[in-house]
Nanobody, 121 residues
Framework: VQLQASGGGLVQAGGSLRLSCAAS????????MGWFRQAPGKERQFVAG????????YYADSVKGRFTISRDNDEKTVHLQMNSLKPEDTAVYYC???????????????WGQGTQVTVSS
């Protein structure tokens, strides 16, 4: 599966952005999907994940209550709604697909190219 992330941009603290990840190829619904982010000088970290049918979602503590992950298997897309953004949310955001759910990068075999999110104070 190939993934294309979009929707990043520059936003003021307290604002919102909605990231999208479009998948091509077959069997999108076989994959658990995740969002990760990498800030300058830092390791990539898990942000949010969603199960194959969308029935299960899980989040990093740092974004819980502010971010919402969702998916549309018919449209082969996954979204990350980000509200109440903070400067520390500034990072390149990546979508990823894997056959097993979880927080670890190694569980995700397919990655999109990343989209930049910048939150100004």
């Amino acid at each position: 599966v190939q993934l294309q992330a979009s929707g990043g941009g520059l936003v003021q603290a307290g604002g919102s952005l909605r990231l999208s990840c479009a998948a091509s190829g077959r069997s999108f619904s076989r994959y658990n999907m995740g969002w990760f982010r990498q800030a300058p000088g830092k390791e990539r970290q898990f942000v949010a994940g969603i199960s194959r049918n969308g029935g299960g979602t899980y989040y990093a503590d740092s974004v819980k209550g502010r971010f919402t992950i969702s998916r549309d298997n018919d449209e082969k897309t996954v979204h990350l709604q980000m509200n109440s953004l903070k400067p520390e949310d500034t990072a390149v955001y990546y979508c990823a697909a894997g056959l097993s759910p979880g927080y670890a990068e190694y569980l995700y075999a397919y990655w999109g190219q990343g989209t930049q999110v910048t939150v100004s104070s």
